[in-house]
């Protein structure tokens, strides 16, 4: 029986996919923590996609997100309250969740373009974070009126996203120093 040795290629593709995984439980957990507003609850998922896309190649920060979407949707109990299914998708909260890979994806492309300082931490999170709401505000409009939809689904989020913003150029601060 002939082996083929584990090239530089193989091994990559393997810590990727570790990497994918390990962004993937992130998110769920991160889905857990959780303030239960109607309709949308406030959780640190927006926070994780911003380190997600902080932290990673830009082919990552999307496998990673939609990975988490996909799962999720075909049942894994990753999303918030450990709910799944494709009706989660398609409800109220779906647009955010498709944002999350816009944002991810997005960050992490400025970053490799631009670096990395803590001033452009900020920026990216604040320009992932109106992606993130542009998005979820835009699919639930269709299902309430969009000027409800505006304060709803994001003049009510202003201080929890400025607070995640403030978090996430925190650890990322951190991060960078270690």
Request: with cysteine.
């Amino acid at each position: 029986m002939h082996t083929k040795p584990i090239t530089q290629t193989h091994t990559q593709a393997s810590i990727n996919l570790i990497t994918i995984i390990l962004a993937i439980f992130a998110l769920s957990a991160s889905a857990q923590l959780t303030i239960p507003l109607k309709p949308i609850p406030v959780t640190l998922q927006t926070a994780m996609v911003m380190i997600i896309g902080l932290s990673y190649t830009p082919s990552i920060a999307f496998s990673s997100t939609i990975g988490y979407i996909l799962l999720g949707s075909i049942g894994a109990p990753i999303f918030t309250n450990f709910d799944s299914g494709i009706a989660k998708i398609m409800g109220p909260s779906g647009g955010y969740m498709m944002g999350f890979i816009f944002a991810s994806t997005s960050m992490s492309y400025l970053r490799k373009l631009y670096g990395d300082s803590l001033v452009k931490i900020f920026l990216y999170s604040t320009l992932g974070t109106i992606i993130i709401y542009l998005c979820g505000v835009t699919w639930l409009s269709y299902f309430i009126d969009f000027k409800i939809a505006i304060y709803e689904g994001c003049i009510k989020f202003i201080p929890s996203g400025i607070i995640k913003i403030g978090l996430v150029v925190a650890i990322m601060s951190y991060l960078r120093k270690k």
